[in-house]
């Protein structure tokens, strides 16, 4: 650096922008004056030349300057870089190593590379040079991991050639990723298991096996965990069907490894017992809280019994994860909770000034029937109700016609628009028939009201209405119609002869005429729906499909294929389906075949490809739509995938079918 001082000297380089200003002051003196103008423009063209050679000067200083550094850089770089405390390897820019440290060497236990290209050796590195990454972290390599760092280096090779080489340092990190390891191992678990339904099990045994029943299911449980999983874990009885665990997260995996297989173990449970005994249980895991663990245990479980129990619920990072569920749910549903429901759902309508009723897409008659029915009991209070329809499914057309002609009806049913304009702060919106916030008609709605209550008898979806005041969702009830004709026998309401029947038609809908999912209230609620003069019969001639959807079924039903002999599968091609009704009477229609257990049946409708699955009990389909982002019930589940071709979406779906066979094969 001989000549720092030159960096301070005062110095007279002047921009191009700077010599167009001078000209143009000039040629303003010019007019003016020719003399005065002459000399300024010889002024200037002097003091650009000068300004040239100082640019000049200047370049060529700067570029001698680097020259030298890099000189010097090179001088000492063979050493420095032989001597490195890091690993470093050097590669052409295909991939082709050409050199390497000692450090690297001992790194990769002395195994000669030199020659051999990264991406037969070191795949991963390659393809970070390709992705343009500056940094690739925890790279594993025999047990150490290391953060690699890539440098991009450019090289002159001869007069006018350039070349590039990566260069790559290896910073150990090993110790940090083991500790890392280490202290995930012991995130806290918490967990709380149920037996789903433990008095049902006694009740279906002979006396003097019910002794033998409870200690046989407890031994199972702590077998499981004791012997079983054998580590470290704090495992308790709290309540005669209760029980509530805690261990680390090593523990859990081990649980993981073995899909949680107590739940199948349980099952086993076989003392003159008619019913099989089944358990749910959820978990939480937390980094540093046992408290939050519980809480989100508390929430998996809810989550579990919500789907119908019989499974495993992680809550863990914000997300649910399931495992099991394969058995059918039986009727366990208690009076006692449905009519404290009643209670509160009555005390928030009372406290809001105005009610507003939707349903799901495609309004159906089970959401029809529910809605008539909530707005029968807002009425009778002395509410002001709407029921709020955008898109509706044509099953309902008869029905709507005659509330539109019935005076009571006719300005009760609005639209969004509408809806929206006279809600207030104190308003409460009814949801019913769906609790999944992608499914609701108008999702606008939920977000628009303070005060929400969902009904529903579907198992609770990962995407639930989470801001409900209340979720009364019952997955054992046929439909949302039988538990709103409950809550209002327990009024004691007498009904209309046309709202009774709009509520026992949605029930008959969602039960196929009484043959499915039918539970003991099911026909008590019916009972009271025929003593307001409900008229089975007369709901059939409403029912009547027209020809053409006849037709369109028959056409449907050709296309059928099979898969692993017991699994239905049509595909409408032929783009016929106008709605999702036609499809879902299809799925059904097709598990009438004689040793059909489930049927799937795929319609592309506009944008959106709609798939509906349908089962007898024997195959999970809510399991095997939920993995391409549908959902619904055991039996009946439904799936919309948008943006895609009808041939993607049955590759999706036959992906997801193999998918849940396999898992099945190994539980
Ligand atoms: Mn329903």
Redesign the pocket.
């Known amino acids: 650096m001989k000549d720092k001082k030159s960096h301070f000297r005062f110095d007279f380089s002047v921009s191009q922008a700077g010599f167009i200003l001078y000209l143009i002051f000039d040629s303003v003196i010019l007019y003016f004056n020719i003399k005065i103008g002459l000399i300024c423009l010889s002024l200037i063209v002097l003091f650009a030349l000068y300004n040239f050679r100082l640019n000049r000067k200047k370049n060529k200083q700067l570029l001698e300057y680097i020259e030298t550094l890099t000189l010097n850089i090179d001088s000492a770089s063979k050493d420095t870089l032989l001597k490195f405390p890091f690993p470093i390897l050097i590669s052409e820019y295909n991939g082709d190593i050409i050199w390497y440290n000692h450090k690297f060497l001992n790194t990769v236990k002395n195994k000669k590379l030199i020659g051999r290209n990264l991406k037969d050796e070191l795949p991963e590195l390659y393809s970070a040079v390709l992705e343009g990454k500056s940094r690739l972290e925890k790279f594993e390599y025999e047990d150490n991991f290391f953060d690699v760092l890539v440098t991009i280096v450019e090289v002159e090779e001869g007069k006018n050639d350039k070349k590039f080489l990566n260069l790559f340092y290896f910073v150990d990190v090993t110790d940090f990723v083991l500790l890392q390891k280490k202290y995930e191992m012991q995130n806290i678990v918490f967990g709380y298991l149920t037996i789903d339904n433990y008095e049902d099990v006694l009740n279906s045994a002979p006396e003097v096996s019910k002794s033998s029943i409870i200690s046989e299911i407890e031994k199972r449980v702590t077998d499981w965990f004791y012997n079983q999983i054998r580590s470290d874990v704090f495992l308790m009885k709290y309540e005669r069907d209760k029980y509530l665990f805690i261990c680390n997260k090593e523990t859990f995996y081990k649980m993981q490894e073995r899909r949680f297989n107590i739940l199948e173990q349980i099952k086993e449970v076989n003392l003159y017992n008619k019913i099989i005994p089944t358990i749910s249980c959820g978990i939480g895991i937390r980094q540093d809280s046992i408290f939050q663990a519980q809480k989100d245990a508390k929430t998996a479980l809810d989550m579990a019994l919500s789907r119908g129990g019989d499974q495993f619920v992680i809550f863990y990072d914000g997300k649910f994860e399931f495992y099991g569920g394969k058995t059918k749910e039986h009727e366990k549903r208690s009076k006692v909770r449905s009519r404290v429901m009643a209670q509160t759902i009555k005390e928030i309508v009372k406290h809001s000034d105005k009610i507003f009723i939707i349903g799901h897409q495609y309004f159906?008659l089970?959401?029809l029937g529910a809605a008539v029915g909530l707005s029968k009991l807002c009425l009778n209070l002395g509410k002001e109700v709407y029921i709020v329809i955008n898109s509706y499914n044509p099953t309902i057309r008869n029905f709507l016609q005659m509330l539109l002609d019935d005076p009571q009806y006719q300005n009760i049913i609005i639209d969004q628009q509408k809806a929206l304009k006279m809600k207030t702060k104190t308003s409460l919106l009814f949801v019913v028939?769906t609790q999944r916030t992608s499914y609701v008609d108008m999702p606008q709605m939920i977000l628009e009201f303070e005060k929400i209550i969902v009904i529903d008898?579907?198992r609770r979806p990962t995407d639930w209405i989470e801001q409900a005041l209340i979720c009364y969702s019952e997955t054992y009830a046929s439909?949302?119609s039988e538990l709103v004709a409950e809550l209002l026998s327990y009024e004691g309401i007498k009904l209309k002869k046309l709202e009774a029947e709009i509520l026992l038609a949605?029930i008959m809908i969602?039960t196929k005429g009484f043959t499915k999912n039918v539970g003991v209230r099911t026909f008590e609620v019916a009972t009271y729906l025929r003593e307001n003069d409900a008229l089975p019969e007369a709901i059939k001639e409403y029912l009547k499909e027209d020809l053409d959807s006849y037709v369109l079924k028959n056409q449907l039903i050709s296309n059928l294929q099979i898969l692993h002999n017991n699994i239905a599968l049509v595909i409408d091609y032929s783009q016929a389906c106008r709605d999702n009704v036609i499809i879902a009477k299809v799925a059904d229609e097709l598990l009438n075949i004689k040793g059909i257990d489930a049927s799937f049946v795929v319609c592309k409708i506009e944008d959106s490809v709609l798939i509906s699955g349908r089962s007898n009990g024997k195959i999970n389909v809510q399991l095997i739509l939920e993995k391409i982002g549908g959902g619904g019930h055991l039996e009946t589940a439904g799936a919309r995938l948008e943006k895609i071709s009808i041939d993607e979406a049955k590759g999706v779906l036959v992906k997801a079918i193999e998918e849940y066979i396999n898992e099945s094969k190994n539980s």
């Open positions: 159906d089970d959401c028939d008898h579907h439909s949302v949605g969602d």
